[in-house]
């Protein structure tokens, strides 16, 4: 899948967020993240292509998640869903 | 496409609290984010699909997201506030502390929006558009009066708050004579 990767100076872990681009805590989500120089790596599904979203659905579904926006998954095990402040905070050890 | 101001989406929403007893999103800069996704989808789509879930850009499939969503009043009577939390009651607009408020659009409805189109799945909304219109029904408040055309009644009647419950299956037959 295409991810844009925006660069931060904390690259512990791999962070991934499925955002859309019009919604509103994804913006929070990534602004969170920079402002914090995580590094992470995101896509904007409602601009994806159409085999991109149903990749996108089938992973977060995998993961456990709900198709809630923006879902975050932490080295590919941890799964936030929304805008959590506290649970970034919490696993990216912030 | 579609060309909408900013001032005439945030014009829409703010008259759509008023009238329903809700409000707006508190915080200023939250809310022009809010109202920038509405006019993103609404020039996109041809109408303002929730800014916070995934649309199919097909109407039939997108109607229950078209904000104010079917899902506003159940969601704003039992949380205080919808699913993207822009409309909020007067304890959450006073509090400015925002609820955290679960997905209530079913799985099935958010479907659509990530099946392919590709040719061969193309065809499929055309092979399938009869017998989904077809499941459309019409169906009335029995405390006000409100009538509407979708598959099932909506949760709360947009008119009087009555619960779903109180919808009931409009059924009308036309007959010709002479």
Redesign the interface.
């Known amino acids: 899948m295409p991810f844009s990767k925006v660069p931060g100076k904390k690259k512990e872990h791999k962070v991934v967020i499925y955002a859309l681009s019009t919604c509103v805590w994804c913006k929070m989500t990534k602004q969170f993240l920079k402002d914090n120089e995580v590094e992470y790596e995101y896509i904007d599904v409602d601009l994806s292509e159409e085999k991109e979203k149903e990749h996108v659905r089938q992973h977060i579904i995998e993961k456990g998640g709900d198709l809630s926006y923006p879902t975050t998954l932490v080295d590919d095990t941890i799964l936030i869903t929304g805008f959590r402040k506290d649970k970034l905070k919490e696993h990216l050890q912030l | 496409m579609t060309q909408i101001s900013i001032d005439a989406v945030r014009a829409r929403a703010e008259a759509d609290a008023r009238t329903n007893g809700y409000y707006l999103i508190p915080d200023q800069e939250?809310l022009q984010?809010?109202l920038?996704?509405?006019k993103?989808?609404e020039e996109r789509y041809g109408y303002p699909t929730c800014?916070?879930?995934?649309?199919s850009g097909k109407l039939e499939s997108d109607r229950d997201i078209i904000c104010p969503c079917d899902y506003r009043d159940p969601d704003v009577q039992e949380y205080g506030a919808c699913y993207?939390r822009l409309y909020v009651n007067k304890k959450v607009y006073e509090s400015k502390d925002l609820p955290?408020v679960?997905?209530r659009r079913p799985?099935e409805k958010?479907a659509p929006?990530?099946?392919?189109?590709?040719k061969q799945?193309e065809q499929k909304p055309e092979a399938t558009a009869a017998p989904s219109q077809a499941k459309q029904k019409l169906w009335y408040c029995k405390q006000c009066g409100y009538v509407t055309y979708r598959e099932e009644p909506p949760y709360l009647c947009p008119i009087c708050k009555a619960k779903r419950e109180l919808f009931a299956e409009l059924k009308t037959t036309v007959e010709y004579s002479g």
């Open positions: 939250l984010l809010f920038e996704g509405l993103v989808n800014p916070c879930r995934l649309a993207c955290s679960p997905e799985l958010q929006a990530y099946r392919g189109s590709s799945q």
